[in-house]
């Protein structure tokens, strides 16, 4: 198996599954990232509010750097689990 790789996906349903679960994850922080960008830039148009929206950017910055991050982790676990033929050949010979 080659990391980010198109096809790891398809490997196996554990491989799937895994796949599925962190693309929820990558979606709710994408979604969490924007939220807080778009409330960040309406509190900024308020001087009372510019620092709690400087803190929303903050963390929708983080969150937009969790995003490769998930996805980083995700090719290592989906590499971890290897291939289950490679697996069966290794057993078998």
């Given at each position: 198996m080659k990391l980010f790789h198109p096809q790891n996906r398809h490997v196996s349903?554990?491989?799937?599954?895994?796949?599925?679960h962190t693309e929820i994850a990558?979606?709710?922080?994408?979604?969490g990232a924007a939220l807080c960008f778009v409330v960040g830039?309406?509190?900024?148009?308020?001087?009372?509010?510019?620092?709690?929206?400087t803190w929303l950017f903050l963390i929708g910055s983080i969150l937009f750097a969790a995003k490769p991050t998930i996805r980083l982790w995700r090719e290592s676990r989906l590499l971890?689990?290897?291939d289950p033929q490679d697996v069966a050949k290794k057993q078998r010979g």
């Open positions: 349903d554990r491989h799937a599954k895994l796949w599925a990558y979606t709710i922080v994408d979604f830039s309406v509190m900024f148009f308020f001087e009372t509010w510019q620092t709690p929206g971890a689990l290897g």
